[in-house]
């Protein structure tokens, strides 16, 4: 998480332009299309699709294909291509939980569910920043082949969350592998 929160303020800082978005969205590098909701902006980067409608810190939501070879920002666990959902979901929160950045982390859920026919995980909890504002977040992933598929949506858990919650379902609904 830290290692995001410095790449997303590195970028806003003008290094990256903004485009609005709606429709289809077709990224044939990391091999996956999915249906981005209409006035929401996206920042022009490779690595990851990253998408906002009132701003990067009110909510936000990712889509990242992490190759499991490379390891993991905040823990020495490994994913592994031949572990189960809920293994790999458990990773995962180790990751984010040993992040500096994460305070007071409480997990809510943690579920299987299918995205694009392939078995994942979702994960839902709370953190608090340094400043202290409270933010919820979705964590949606499966594994296929060599690579971790994650869907990821985070906003100020006050009002924003709720907002656009159902927007994030939709996106994550209409995800498909190409």
């Known amino acids: 998480m830290k290692k995001f929160w410095i790449v ?3 970028l806003l800082m003008g290094c990256a332009p903004w485009m609005k978005v709606g429709g289809t969205y077709k990224n044939s590098h990391n091999k996956y299309s999915v249906d981005l909701p209409q ?3 996206k920042l022009n980067t490779d690595k990851s699709l990253f998408i906002t409608r009132d701003g990067a810190l009110l909510q936000n939501i990712i889509i990242e294909r992490v190759d499991l070879d490379e390891p993991l920002t905040n823990t020495k666990k490994k994913l592994s291509k ?6 790999a979901s458990e990773v995962i929160i180790d990751n984010i939980s040993s ?3 994460v305070l007071n982390l409480v997990i809510l859920e943690n579920i299987p569910v299918t995205i694009d ?5 979702k994960i839902l909890f709370t953190y608090k920043n340094k400043d202290g504002l409270k933010f919820k977040s979705l964590y ?5 082949e060599n690579w971790l598929y994650n869907i990821k ?12 919650v ?8 209409s995800f498909k592998l190409s």
């Open 153 to 164: 949506y985070t906003a100020a858990e006050r009002y924003y969350f709720s907002k656009d």
């Open 140 to 144: 949606c992933g499966f594994l296929f």
């Open 8 to 10: 997303i303020l590195v």
């Open 99 to 101: 992040d500096k950045a």
């Open 166 to 173: 159902g927007v994030f379902e939709e996106l994550l609904n």
């Open 82 to 87: 031949n572990m189960l959902p809920l293994e």
């Open 117 to 121: 026919g392939n078995q994942g995980f």
């Open 39 to 41: 006035g929401w902006m």
